[in-house]
């Protein structure tokens, strides 16, 4: 399965201000996909990283608040905006590999203050 | 809309035996994907195994293997042999196009393996 990496592995980070979080894969992939795990709960999907398009947002996410960029196949990055305590939480990457399976970063612990 | 249920929060085994976690789901879909994850303390999320739904054979990894009853809409992991690096949260997911299409998390069992 490729190998994906996530940039910052963690952060705490004050109220109002954006965090950036970025997610690299060793091999081109078609399909990427942004996750967000609240403390204690399960993973909720927040949008599919399109590349050479805009994301597709589930609902109950905003490109205001979630922007995303995927300038290639390889890279992609999930924002974070104008953060509040609530915005805690895990954020996972994830990619499609081999058999039609999703394979996840090791994900970005996001501490608000 | 898709949902997958784990009745049981927390599980614990001892070290050697045999357990099983418990997961149930529900789709008008025909066609569909199953999985199992595990999230150690390290947070990285693990695929375990996987089943298409149009197999009947149950998919097995090594000690894990599924027990897939597409008409209950069950499907439930066996772990066998548990060892001390089995602890960790497992979640069971459903895809209805394999991993190109979302994947929905039941909440999750949190297992222990005992000394």
């Known amino acids: 399965s490729a190998v994906i990496s996530q940039k910052p592995s963690r952060d705490i980070c004050q109220r109002g201000t954006s965090l950036t979080i970025q997610c690299q894969v060793d091999?081109?992939?078609?399909?990427m996909f942004w996750y967000r795990q609240q403390p204690g709960q399960s993973l909720t999907l927040i949008a599919t990283?399109?590349?050479?398009?805009?994301?597709?947002?589930e609902s109950g996410f905003v490109i205001d608040k979630f922007p995303i960029s995927r300038p290639n196949l390889t890279f992609s990055t999930l924002t974070v905006s104008n953060m509040s305590p609530e915005d805690s939480s895990i954020y996972l990457c994830?990619?499609?590999?081999?058999?039609?399976?999703?394979?996840f970063g090791p994900g970005t612990r996001l501490l608000v203050l | 809309a898709q949902t997958v249920t784990q009745s049981q929060p927390e599980m614990s085994v001892q070290e050697a035996e045999t357990v099983t976690l418990s997961c149930t789901y529900d789709t008008s879909e025909n066609n569909y994907y199953l999985f199992w994850y595990k999230q150690p303390p390290s947070r990285q999320m693990i695929l375990v195994i996987r089943?298409?739904?149009?197999?009947?054979q149950n998919a097995t990894e090594n000690r894990f293997s599924v027990n897939f009853q597409k008409a209950a809409k069950s499907f439930s992991l066996k772990i066998s042999d548990s060892q001390l690096g089995d602890t960790a949260m497992y979640f069971c997911?459903?895809?209805?196009?394999?991993?190109?299409?979302?994947?929905?998390f039941g909440k999750g069992t949190k297992l222990t393996v005992n000394p």
């Open positions: 994830s990619v499609v590999g081999i058999q039609e399976t999703q394979y």
């Open positions: 091999s081109q992939v078609t399909m």
């Open positions: 990283a399109n590349q050479g398009s805009e994301a597709t947002y």
């Open positions: 997911a459903f895809s209805w196009q394999g991993g190109s299409e979302k994947l929905v």
């Open positions: 089943q298409e739904a149009y197999k009947q």
